[in-house]
């Protein structure tokens, strides 16, 4: 078959920016995207960067930007590309600096890893013999699968917020550091001082729950949910004093008492240790009241609300 290719190429010494180059190529209509970069690369076009190592969906060296989306070249078919999008545009990973075509620099991606400590603090393990010391195998099941991540940096290359704030750790890092908060070796003293510094700025609380992540892993690792997991462990832990985690404690609670969200409540209860974000946030409250779009802050709870309040009970809050 052949076919159109669209590559964004860049070299850091001729180009001021990354352009888009139009390719035409005969290939078997079986090839993977890699196979065809690495066909185009020794037919045609001698200089393309790109990385690859196993070819096998392993090393995650081959993710890049496939017609939108982050996938790894090697277990891409050509074919079912075309079929749905007919045409195939090949671009490097975002929110991380070009070095060459389709060659990012991930030192800061690793850097972020770096960040969560991903090891164990455990005064356990020091005192336990090494023949002793191995993982339960019962336990594995509370990691929810973030331990087969490749760290193919899919997930941070679909990040919105990495997008606008290159200080978050990013889903990666964090899904990283969940796997060690779930793991059991690890003393509670020592877990607690990890979501510590998990919920300072550019943590935990900064995702947004867009759930890209999640669908570009490929190994389904779902670092969202290993977020959220974190988020659910910070508050157990007594670290939810920060406007995000209020703003979860006190929805709970409003829903919990009245059967529904008061919306003219729920800020009063999230801001009221910052006065001066509280006044910043009092002008759109007056405007939707006077609009009719708040409720007034009391109110008597719901018909029905001896059955919500079940649920809570139910499921332990």
Same mark, same amino acid.
């Given at each position: ?11 850091p010494?001729? /180009? ?5 180059? /139009? ?6 209509? /079986?090839? @993977?995207? $890699? ?6 690369? =020794?037919?045609?076009?001698? !200089? ?6 196993c ?6 060296? #081959? ?5 939108? *989306? ?5 277990? @891409? *078919?050509?074919? =079912? ?13 975002s ?9 990012? /620099?991930?030192?800061?991606f ?8 991903? &090891? ?8 336990? %013999? ?7 195998? =019962?336990?594995?099941?509370?990691f ?7 760290? #193919?940096?899919? #997930? ?6 990495? =997008? ?5 750790m990013?889903p990666?890092?964090?899904a ?7 793991? +059991?070796?690890?003393? !509670? ?15 935990? &609380?900064? #995702? ?29 832990? !007594?670290?939810?004093?920060s ?5 979860i ?8 008492k ?5 919306e003219?409540?729920? +800020? ?5 240790? *910052?006065?001066?974000? $509280?006044?910043q ?9 006077v609009?009719?779009?708040? %409720?007034?802050?009391?109110? &008597? +709870? ?16």
């Amino acid at each position: 078959m052949r076919i159109h290719l669209k590559i964004k190429r860049y070299h850091p010494e001729w /180009d001021r920016e990354p352009q888009l180059k /139009d390719y035409y190529l005969d290939i078997r209509s /079986d090839l @993977t995207v $890699l196979e065809t970069l690495i066909q185009l690369k =020794e037919e045609e076009e001698g !200089g393309l960067a790109l990385r690859y190592s196993c070819r096998s969906a392993i090393c995650g060296s #081959c993710t890049m930007r496939i017609n939108g *989306s982050e996938k790894l070249a090697c277990q @891409t *078919s050509v074919r =079912e590309e075309y079929e749905r999008f007919e045409a195939l545009k090949i671009e490097p990973l975002s929110n991380a600096p070009v070095i060459k075509d389709l060659v990012v /620099d991930q030192a800061p991606f690793w850097g972020k890893l770096g960040e969560v400590s991903p &090891w164990l603090h455990s005064e356990i393990l020091k005192e336990t %013999p090494a023949d002793q010391a191995g993982f339960p195998k =019962e336990a594995f099941n509370e990691f929810h699968n973030v331990d087969a991540c490749i760290m #193919c940096g899919a #997930c941070a290359s679909a990040c919105n917020s990495l =997008e606008v704030s290159s200080g978050f750790m990013g889903p990666a890092a964090l899904a990283k550091a969940y796997r060690f908060v779930a793991d +059991p070796r690890e003393a !509670g003293q020592e877990k607690k001082k990890r979501l510590r510094a998990l919920v300072e700025p550019n943590g935990i &609380w900064d #995702c947004v729950r867009c759930n890209f992540c999640v669908e570009v892993c490929p190994k389904d690792v779902k670092p969202m949910e290993a977020i959220i997991r974190l988020r659910r462990e910070a508050l157990k832990a !007594g670290l939810g004093d920060s406007p995000a985690g209020r703003h979860i404690t006190a929805f709970v609670n409003i829903v919990k008492k009245e059967g529904r969200l008061n919306e003219g409540l729920q +800020p009063l209860k999230m801001l009221w240790k *910052s006065p001066e974000k $509280l006044l910043q946030v009092f002008p759109l409250a007056l405007k939707m009241w006077v609009r009719g779009k708040l %409720p007034f802050i009391w109110h &008597w +709870p719901i018909k029905g609300i001896r059955s919500i309040r079940k649920i809570f009970k139910v499921r332990g809050f």
